[in-house]
Nanobody, 124 residues
Framework: QLQASGGGLVQAGGSLRLTCAASGPIFSSYTVGWFRQGPGKEREFVAAISWNSGDRITYSDSAKGRFTIARDNEKKMAYLQMNSLKPEDTAVYYC??????????????????WGRGTLVTVSS
């Protein structure tokens, strides 16, 4: 199971760090991805990190240069550090996990495990 937290209200230009807490013995084997769904929009991919952290990391174009994904397998946590936030980043953010890195990256709703989202609101 996954649980995202850390959302809130922030002014444009501010920062937030989202946390994804996992339960279960095999978190370290899974790719973790962050997704978001803005008001009236479809869910979209934000970032993904492979099970061994330094192997593969990828970001959406909108996240590149502003967001950083990381994980701590010992703590069964994944993180999304979001800097230079913009009003268009307002969304419910979800973390997801799957054994396949490509599934997380290329199939928006394809991951096996999803957490409840956390709302990020960026005011202008």
């Amino acid at each position: 199971q996954l649980q995202a937290s850390g959302g809130g209200l922030v002014q444009a230009g501010g920062s937030l760090r989202l946390t994804c807490a996992a339960s279960g013995p095999i978190f370290s084997s899974y790719t973790v991805g962050w997704f978001r769904q803005g008001p009236g929009k479809e869910r979209e991919f934000v970032a993904a990190i492979s099970w061994n952290s330094g192997d593969r990391i990828t970001y959406s174009d909108s996240a590149k240069g502003r967001f950083t994904i990381a994980r701590d397998n010992e703590k069964k946590m994944a993180y999304l550090q979001m800097n230079s936030l913009k009003p268009e980043d307002t969304a419910v953010y979800y973390c997801a996990a799957d054994l396949s890195f490509s599934t997380v990256v290329s199939r928006t709703n394809g991951a096996d495990y999803w957490g409840r989202g956390t709302l990020v609101t960026v005011s202008s």
